[in-house]
């Protein structure tokens, strides 16, 4: 897969920034009810993490396997990429949120075999049997 159409999203930053809003969740409702001890070593607290972790757990699979499975895929079996003039398309056809939904880029030269495109004033080099 192309760089340029990944997206700057990380899962582990986002899983990690979701575990200290739990955290502080957690804690604030420790904090809220009228017997600590019981909040803390009752059934309830037990119960909700288990669960808790359980769905993070199952996220954090999910996310990860849409990072990789993004990052091996063909940009053919990904978008539709089109050439109009001196730009080249790529619209998003499957659903993964680690890939950018459209991405216009700009023909720089070519050759038999390859365009070069610019992307935010970076060089990449396309393969034109990927371009329909």
């Known amino acids: 897969m192309y760089k340029f159409l990944l997206t700057d999203a990380s899962y582990a930053v986002l899983t990690v920034v979701a575990f200290i809003v739990l955290i502080m969740g957690v804690g604030a409702w420790i904090l809220s009810v009228k017997d600590a001890d019981e909040a803390i070593f009752g059934t309830k607290l037990p119960a909700i993490a288990t669960c808790v972790v359980f769905v993070a757990f199952l996220t954090a699979g999910y996310g990860f396997t849409q990072e990789l499975t ?4 063909q940009p053919k079996d990904a978008y539709t990429i089109t050439r109009v003039g001196k730009l080249i398309t790529f619209d998003e056809k499957v659903d993964n949120w680690k890939l950018k ?28 049997s990927d371009v329909e």
Request: proline share 0%.
């Open 70 to 73: 993004a990052k091996q895929l």
């Open 101 to 128: 939904e459209k991405v216009t880029t700009k023909i720089v030269s070519e050759t038999k075999h390859q365009y070069q495109i610019e992307v935010d004033g970076n060089f990449y080099n396309v393969s034109k």
